[in-house]
């Protein structure tokens, strides 16, 4: 029988040593690893006082309904191969969460291509996530660039900017002082303001280029806020400019918001491609307190008895009251009008349901229409999108 493994803090020895496991399995430098050391809580496994595993986690609010919701947003987790098929990435999930959670986190957020096992433990995608590559040629046809000027670098405005369009969306980060010079310095970012003469600005993008090939150097898209659709297509018409040199423009899976203004700017849908990633899961580590927490429709009032399906088969019942904006969950003993597993709780939550028809073909059982149509609309207001990766 193997040496017992135990998880705790990383010092600077073991970041150390946990940045070269990272290295070594996903193939290349992590350096969210070391960087966002001290903004973040990073716990590693050890076994025979050797690192094999580790993660990085970070407490930051995440906008639902338009207002921000304590968050565990989980990075960089790893383990090593030779440790795979252990359940050591379970018990690390678990015990990332639990100091966050200890400190307020009322969800949980991560990027993972391993959805399987994220599912077994209550993650959910709200959305589907795509990354768009679309020709140069096609934004600078197809796009009015308007009367904006163009200015480099992010400024105290653009940023202003930034936090007032965040909340529009659901899972949007209420991003920290440190955010944007930390993926500045990650990505090589250039950032570029958009704004008509004399006023503050009404857009930004972030954007770099990858190395030079045959073809010229593609320009990967990271940032993209747009205050209305005139800035968006200056934005985009801006980017079509560099088709002297640069044949297709990038558009980062976590970039343009699920709206189409792209796509309905085109002449020709067919000139832009778009490729399935990855997607952001969400997990509901304390339902009631995370209801209390989020934005609620303030036209809206109601309440609904639901059922929450248990790991152990059975199902938990609330009453949930909503009414003026904020809403309230509560143990009730009133059978169920709407039933639903903790996955699909996650879902709902975060507006990712837009239609009953939806909601069904997901597998949320109702006892009637009104009552399922009344829940998915309760959170249908705003959109989910998570426009950071961590």
């Known amino acids: 029988m193997g040496d017992s493994i135990t998880v705790i803090p990383a010092d600077e020895d073991l970041l150390n040593e946990y940045d070269a496991l990272a290295t070594r399995a996903f193939g290349r430098r992590v350096d969210d690893v070391t960087r966002l050391a001290g903004h973040a809580d990073v716990r590693v496994a050890l076994q025979s006082g050797r690192v094999i595993a580790g993660g990085v986690g970070m407490l930051i609010p995440q906008h639902f309904g338009g207002r921000p919701v304590p968050s565990a947003c989980l990075g960089s987790g790893c383990v090593a191969p030779e440790h795979r098929g252990d359940r050591l ?19 949980a957020a991560l990027w993972t291509s391993s959805n399987g096992y994220a599912r077994r433990m209550g993650w959910e995608a709200p959305t589907p996530v ?105 934005m985009l018409a801006f980017l079509g400019r560099h088709n002297s040199r640069i044949p297709n423009i990038t558009f980062q899976r976590t970039s343009l918001p699920p709206q189409p203004l792209l796509l309905h700017g085109l002449h020709r849908y067919g000139s832009a491609t778009a490729e399935t990633c990855h997607p952001w899961m969400l997990r509901i580590l304390d339902l009631p307190r995370a209801v ?38 509560q143990p009730t003993t009133i059978e ?14 975060a507006g990712g349901y837009r239609s009953t028809a939806a909601a069904h073909m997901a597998g949320v059982r109702a ?16 959109e989910a999108w998570l426009a950071e990766h961590f």
């Open 89 to 107: 990435t379970v018990r690390m999930l678990n015990e990332r969460i639990r100091p966050l959670q200890e400190q307020g986190a009322a969800l």
């Open 130 to 234: 795509f990354s768009w590559s679309v020709p140069t040629d096609a934004l600078k046809r197809d796009f009015d660039p308007g009367d904006f000027e163009i200015e480099h670098g992010l400024t105290p405005d653009s940023e202003e900017l930034q936090r007032h369009l965040a909340p529009q969306w659901n899972g949007t980060l209420l991003r920290p002082p440190w955010w944007s010079a930390h993926t500045q310095r990650r990505h090589d970012l250039t950032f570029c303001r958009f704004s008509r003469p004399g006023r503050l600005p009404a857009g930004y993008l972030s954007l770099t280029a990858r190395q030079h090939d045959h073809q010229g150097a593609p320009l990967d898209v990271h940032d993209f806020w747009a205050s209305d659709y005139s800035v968006a297509s200056a």
């Open 292 to 329: 209390r927490l989020r934005g609620w429709p303030a036209d809206l009032d109601t309440t609904l008895p639901i059922g929450i399906e248990q790991e152990n088969g059975d199902t938990a019942r609330y009453l949930l009251q909503i009414s003026h904006g904020a809403a309230d969950l």
């Open 336 to 349: 169920s009008r709407v039933r639903l597993t903790r996955r699909q709780a996650a879902v709902w939550y």
């Open 367 to 382: 006892a009637d229409e009104q009552n399922l149509a009344t829940f998915i609309r309760s959170t249908a207001d705003h």
